[in-house]
């Protein structure tokens, strides 16, 4: 079992930035795949960007240049680095590991407001 915790979100303003982290349990972390959603109100849960465990990278169109996906193994966290905010970049973020099954963080509410 895989427990997963997000932080990082919160109130920022149209054109600012938030790194968001999710820290992950175990000692296998750098065999999952990683990645970010998030759900808007009213909305279904979308794709945001995900990392390999190899590192590579792959994002939503909506948010490619703006934000960054990186993780770090050895504090079994992976960031994202949201750059350029937008007030419909406001949702809650859900981090997300695959390998065999797949477990879901709880979530960090991230709202883009001036």
């Known amino acids: 079992q895989v427990q997963l915790v997000e932080s990082g979100g919160g109130l920022v303003q149209p054109g600012g930035s938030l790194r968001l982290s999710c820290a992950a349990s175990?000692?296998?972390?750098?065999?999952?795949?990683m990645g970010w959603y998030r759900q808007a109100p009213g909305k279904q849960r979308e794709f945001v960007a995900t990392?390999?465990?190899?590192?590579?990278?792959n994002y939503a169109d909506s948010v490619k240049g703006r934000f960054t996906i990186s993780r770090d193994n050895a504090k079994n966290t992976v960031y994202l680095h949201l750059n350029s905010l937008k007030p419909e970049d406001t949702a809650v973020y859900y981090c997300?590991?695959?390998?065999?099954?797949?477990?879901w963080g709880q979530g960090t509410q991230v709202t883009v407001s001036s």
């Open positions: 997300k590991a695959t390998w065999n099954t797949v477990y």
């Open positions: 175990g000692n296998i972390f750098s065999r999952y795949a």
């Open positions: 990392i390999t465990s190899g590192g590579f990278t």
